[in-house]
């Protein structure tokens, strides 16, 4: 179920290519509680990694989470 919001909007937009990219079984990353540096150093590498088939999902998952860790305590 998808918020409301209004009809034509940019976010509605938006939302509606995040519901269709994850009917296709695609990656939509949410970057709006991320710093700079998790985002630059383990959101994008890892997810080329994971895009190119070098990782598997659960290996992106964990090492985004360990990144995460580390940049949050220090």
């Known amino acids: 179920e998808q918020p409301t919001v209004e009809e034509g909007s940019l976010i ?4 509606e290519m995040a519901a269709q990219i994850g ?3 695609g990656q939509v990353d949410f970057m709006s509680n991320t710093t700079s540096g998790i985002y630059a ?4 590498p890892e997810s080329q ?3 190119t088939g070098k ?3 659960e290996d992106f998952v ?3 989470q360990a990144f995460y860790e580390s940049e949050v305590n220090g």
């Open 49 to 51: 990694l994971l895009v």
């Open 41 to 44: 150093g383990s959101i994008i």
């Open 55 to 57: 990782i598997t999902g």
């Open 12 to 15: 509605a937009s938006a939302l």
């Open 23 to 25: 009917e296709e079984n």
């Open 62 to 64: 964990n090492r985004v």
